[in-house]
């Protein structure tokens, strides 16, 4: 079971970027998919998730507006596309899958390798 995250790198302000996460393994297509981040010296923390239809999608308030997921269930992967960057958006960024939608990381059976996004001011 694997979780492969690309697409993250150095950003100025105000740019964007878009996350990729390709699963692989099992049968995901039934999981709710998403994203999480940790910046240096602070805890990990929610970003979005989207059900597995991808009817119904989920954003941490601080990306609201700014970060929209998306998901190919026939390719088995999820996008972050992640707008208007800024600063506080650095961090490692892992994507997780999990079959209940949640908040906290234990909901999420899981994990891939993370990706480095750095948002320069």
């Known amino acids: 079971v694997q979780l492969q995250a690309s697409g993250g790198g150095l950003v100025q302000a105000g740019d964007s970027l878009r996350l990729s996460c390709a699963a692989s393994?099992?049968?995901?297509?039934?999981?709710?998919l998403g994203w999480f981040r940790q910046a240096p010296g602070k805890e990990r923390e929610f970003v979005a998730a989207i059900s597995w239809s991808g009817n119904a999608s989920y954003y941490a308030d601080s990306v609201k507006g700014r970060f929209t997921l998306s998901r190919d269930n026939a390719k088995i992967t999820v996008y972050l596309q992640m707008n208007s960057l800024k600063p506080v958006d650095t961090g490692v960024y892992y994507c997780?899958?999990?079959?209940?939608?949640?908040?906290?990381?234990?909901?999420?059976?899981?994990w891939g390798q993370g990706t480095q996004v750095t948002v320069s001011s």
């Open positions: 997780v899958a999990g079959n209940s939608m949640g908040y906290t990381i234990n909901h999420y059976n899981y």
């Open positions: 393994g099992r049968t995901f297509s039934y999981y709710f």
